[in-house]
C-alpha cells in the first residue's frame, strides 16, 4: 500500500489535494522497503547520471534513515510510472530541497509534480529548490521558473 509520508513530514491539506490529483505519493521510511522492488526498476534508469557518485543501495539507506525523501506518482504499486528522490539540505545561510532524482516514463508527470515538491519543501523552510540533470532538460526547467546560474564541471582524479 502506498501512503502519505508520516506526521513529521505531513502536508497540509492543499499540498494532499495536489498529491492526489497527481496520484504523486510520499512514501514512509517504514513503507519503503517493501516499495523497493518495484521502485528500483524506475530509479536504475537514471542511474547513470549521478556518475558514481551514489547508487540505488545509497538512496535506499538514505531514505530509511530519513535524509532522503521517496516520492512516486503511481495507481499503484505495480504501477509505479516515476520516481522522484529530494533530501533537505542545510547549508550556512539558507535550506535548500534538492532533488537528487527523476525517473520515469512521461515527463508531464515530473512537471506537475515540480509544484508539490516545491510546497513541499518551503513547508520545511527552504527558501531554494535545487537540482542536477542532463543539458536538454534546460528548457523544461526554465518554463516551471528553474535557472541555470553555474555549471557543474567535473575532473576524474
Request: some cysteine; aromatic content about 6%.
Amino acid at each position: 500500500m502506498i501512503s502519505l509520508p508520516n506526521t513529521s513530514t505531513q502536508p497540509t491539506n492543499e499540498i494532499a489535494e495536489k498529491m492526489e490529483a497527481l496520484r504523486l505519493h510520499g512514501v514512509p521510511a517504514p513503507h519503503i522497503p517493501g516499495l523497493w522492488p518495484h521502485v528500483l526498476p524506475v530509479m536504475e534508469a537514471a542511474e547513470g547520471f549521478w556518475r558514481g557518485r551514489m547508487d540505488a543501495k545509497h538512496v535506499l539507506h538514505e531514505c530509511m534513515m530519513g535524509r532522503m525523501q521517496l516520492w512516486v506518482v503511481a495507481d499503484s504499486i505495480d504501477d509505479i510510472e516515476a520516481v522522484i528522490v529530494t533530501q533537505v539540505c542545510d547549508y550556512p545561510t539558507r535550506r535548500a530541497c534538492r532533488i537528487v532524482l527523476i525517473s520515469g516514463s512521461d515527463m508531464k508527470l515530473w512537471e506537475d509534480a515540480d509544484e508539490v515538491v516545491t510546497a513541499w519543501g518551503k513547508e520545511r523552510g527552504c527558501s531554494l529548490m535545487e537540482a542536477t540533470g542532463r543539458r536538454g532538460l534546460k528548457s523544461k526547467m526554465k518554463a516551471h521558473g528553474w535557472t541555470s546560474p553555474t555549471a557543474v564541471y567535473e575532473k576524474e582524479i
